[in-house]
Structures are given as structure tokens and as C-alpha cells.
């Protein structure tokens, strides 16, 4: 073992992250959590085609995981964010998915996301220096004894 070496890598090769992604797959898997992720992407394009916002995230454990959300600056206050939100929501609803989660930091948008019934449930403090990483989640689909329909609107 005394030939075993740490290498810190800034551009690491994407066959070396691999390899730790699918090692830790493989732990998962012999715990019986085996992950069938499935990528999701929902685009806002115009006219010419361009993007112009969107989402982006994977469905996988019976969730939602919005990795990035995104609407040009012009675009803001049209409704477009809500939209990208309720098609993904609604894609991973069809994929089987009870929940969603995402975070989003002070400077960003944690508003948007309430008004549509997520939920704060981890902060991690002065990240950045002077603002918040905030973990939110919802449940797409409500428990029986909670009636029917979903938050959001």
C-alpha cells in the first residue's frame, strides 16, 4: 500500500471521475439503492430558436433533482419561470417521482420557489461570504390523508 500516492487534479479526466461515480453506484447498488438516473431538461427557445432560459436536472429515487434554473434577464416576471417549473414537475410526476428538491442562494430567487410549495429544510451559512445556500424541497405528490391535487398552481 505504501505505493499508493494523492494526486490533486484541477482538470481531472472525465474516465477518472467516472470511475469514482461508478464506484460509488456500485456501493449503492450493494446496499439495494440502485440508481437509475434519467436527465431532464426543459427549454425556454424564441422566435429564431435560441434558448433563452431553462431547466435542467435528472429524476432518479423517486425524485426531482433541479440542478439549475434559468430565464434571460428580459424574460423575468413573464410567467416563463413558472412554466419551466410545472413541466418539470410534470415530467417527473409521469417518471414516478414524489418529490423534488434544488437549492438556491440569497441573491437568487428562494420567493419563486416558496410561492410554488417548497419548503427551506438545510441553510449553510456565509456561502458565500455575507449570503445562504438554501436546501428546499416539495412533495409532488401529498399524502392520501392530505386530499388531493398539488401546490402548485
Known amino acids: 500500500m505504501e505505493s499508493m500516492?494523492?494526486?490533486?487534479?484541477?482538470?481531472p479526466r472525465e474516465a477518472d471521475l467516472r470511475k469514482i461515480l461508478d464506484g460509488l453506484l456500485a456501493d449503492h447498488a450493494t446496499k439495494g439503492h440502485i440508481r437509475s438516473q434519467h436527465k431532464l431538461a426543459v427549454f425556454l427557445?424564441?422566435?429564431?430558436?435560441?434558448v433563452c432560459g431553462g431547466i435542467i436536472g435528472s429524476t432518479y429515487w423517486g425524485h426531482l433533482v433541479i440542478e439549475k434554473l434559468w430565464v434571460d434577464e428580459t424574460l423575468r416576471g413573464h410567467g416563463y419561470g413558472k412554466k419551466l417549473l410545472q413541466a418539470a414537475e410534470d415530467e417527473a410526476l409521469r417518471r414516478g417521482c414524489r418529490y423534488a428538491h434544488?437549492?438556491?442562494?440569497t441573491w437568487q430567487n428562494l420567493p419563486f420557489y416558496q410561492k410554488f410549495g417548497y419548503e427551506e429544510y438545510a441553510v449553510l451559512k456565509d456561502f458565500p461570504a455575507g449570503h445562504s445556500l438554501h436546501y428546499i424541497a416539495k412533495k409532488l405528490i401529498p399524502d392520501e390523508d392530505e386530499g388531493q391535487g398539488r401546490k402548485l398552481s
Not at 500516492?5 to 482538470?11: P, S, V
Not at 427557445?45 to 435560441?50: G, K, Y
Not at 434544488?102 to 442562494?105: E, I, R, V
Request: aromatic share 6%; net charge negative.
Open 5 to 11: 500516492r494523492l494526486n490533486l487534479e484541477e482538470d
Open 102 to 105: 434544488t437549492d438556491t442562494f
Open 45 to 50: 427557445r424564441d422566435a429564431e430558436n435560441l
